[in-house]
């Protein structure tokens, strides 16, 4: 059984699990920082472009649906989980090579699962990285919504990259059969 197991995560992109738990639990270490030694909406100046701002967040990405009255944390932690499920499953699927594929998904699932350990101990997510330039604010985040961009990034490089490997590999093939047909 043991034999088994380790196969399994040898073999599979399950092995990139361990990406996702390193993630979640700096995630997690972040949060309870701020947390700890942060009052709401206190706001520490870092850079002149960032500051490190403690703010609840009740809804999804840029707070979308923070005020729909209490509904959404169950409908955002649902699908979370069920996304979370799903990127296991590929992972097992997808062979171990597939390097940027599996890194993405361990990314998306990590800040899946450290947003909605926040939803479901708090009751909303705990945001602190804001980036502003003069007038301009963009909303603030935390280390398991970087994790989840990063991870719609490397997803869309890597189809970009699978696209580019077909089409060479179908020109390849379509020069092999031209030259077959030639030695006929």
């Known amino acids: 059984m043991l034999a088994t197991l ?7 992109g399950l092995k990139f699990l361990a ?36 703010v609840r967040n009740y809804g999804a990405a840029f707070s979308f649906l923070s005020d729909a009255g209490g509904w959404q944390h169950y409908f955002f932690t649902t699908i979370a989980l069920v996304i979370s499920v ?22 998306i699932l990590s800040g899946a699962i450290g947003n909605v350990m926040d939803r479901m101990n708090y009751g909303y997510v705990v945001d602190f990285l804001h980036f502003y330039y003069q007038n ?7 280390v398991a919504d970087m994790a989840i961009s990063i991870g719609a990034g490397l997803l869309i490089l890597d189809a ?13 093939k379509q020069t092999e059969n031209d030259s077959s047909e030639q030695v006929k």
Do not use: C, G
């Open 6 to 12: 380790k196969d399994i995560f040898k073999n599979t």
């Open 19 to 54: 990406l996702s738990l390193l993630l979640i639990v700096v995630d997690q270490f972040t949060k309870l920082w701020i947390l700890n030694n942060f009052a709401l909406y206190e706001d520490v100046n870092v850079l002149p472009i960032f500051d490190l701002t403690y």
């Open 86 to 107: 799903l990127l296991i499953y590929w992972m097992y699927k997808t062979p171990s090579n597939k390097s940027l594929l599996l890194s993405s998904y361990a990314l």
């Open 136 to 142: 301009w604010h963009f909303p603030a985040f935390n």
């Open 160 to 172: 970009i990259f699978d696209h580019r490997k077909e089409q060479a590999s179908s020109k390849n």
